[in-house]
């Protein structure tokens, strides 16, 4: 069974500071897909990032990386430098390889960025 | 490209009564489309994956016959929440695979619906 823990619920930080958003999966798949998805409070999903199974490789958009650790089944997502627009609810999500296969989401952090 | 729409974006119903939730593919046709219920402070749950053309395929738990999808067109699929109470009050969100062939299946995702039911 396919499975995505987001063991944060919460997390605050003030401007300007990073901070690490954990997410661990679990899945028997040897393909497969990660996903970061951000959900402000207007509610419309922002899709932040997709990774496959088979690329390990650090991504850093901006202020933005991930990283993707298959040794402990990991995609973290970092935020550097914080900001109030940061505020959100992140998702982490996995997909199997498959048109049917169902997006899994994890049960979300939701992120407080104060100033 | 690939956008996905919802309408209404908010809808108030009174108890017992039946509201539908439009999901369109704006600039693509899509084979496959998802419906998602979010509670508050929650995470989205799956509702049920449609196919056009054919019936629903519902999560465990999800009634079918409360929550009817239609899947009538590439571009369209309804849910339909009958005989609405309270406790159905959420956010449903739905999101739709575009046709291709190889590589991975994207899942776009419209902008959401938050149901009241009074």
């Known amino acids: 069974a396919q499975k995505v823990t987001q063991a944060q619920t919460e997390i605050s930080v003030v401007e300007k500071e990073d901070v690490t958003l954990d997410c661990v999966y679990e899945?028997?798949?040897?393909?497969?897909?990660l996903f970061w998805y951000k959900q402000p409070p207007s509610g419309e999903l922002v899709f932040l990032i997709r990774?496959?199974?088979?690329?390990?490789q650090n991504e850093i958009s901006g202020r933005y990386s991930w990283n993707f650790q298959k040794s402990t089944s990991s995609f973290n997502f970092t935020i550097t430098a914080s900001q109030v627009v940061d505020s959100a609810v992140y998702f982490c999500?996995?997909?199997?390889?498959?048109?049917?296969?169902?997006?899994?989401f994890g049960t979300g952090t939701r992120l407080q960025v104060f100033p | 490209g690939a956008v996905v729409s919802q309408h209404p974006s908010r809808v108030i119903c009174k108890s017992g009564t039946s509201v539908k939730i439009e999901c369109r593919s704006l600039?693509?046709?899509?084979?496959?489309m998802f419906w998602y219920r979010q509670f508050p402070k929650q995470s989205l749950m799956l509702m049920a994956t449609?196919?056009?053309?054919?019936?629903?395929?519902?999560e465990q738990g999800v009634e079918k016959d409360k929550f009817l999808i239609n899947h009538a067109s590439l571009t369209l699929s309804t849910l339909t929440v009958t005989s609405a109470h309270p406790e159905d009050s959420s956010f449903y969100i739905c999101?739709?695979?575009?046709?291709?062939?190889?590589?991975?299946?994207?899942?776009?995702f419209g902008p959401g619906t938050r149901l009241t039911v009074t």
């Open positions: 999101s739709a695979r575009p046709l291709r062939s190889g590589g991975y299946y994207e899942q776009y």
């Open positions: 899945t028997r798949d040897t393909t497969y897909y």
């Open positions: 990774r496959n199974s088979f690329d390990e």
């Open positions: 999500a996995l997909s199997g390889a498959f048109n049917t296969d169902k997006l899994i």
């Open positions: 600039d693509f046709q899509a084979t496959t």
């Open positions: 449609s196919n056009e053309g054919s019936k629903a395929t519902y």
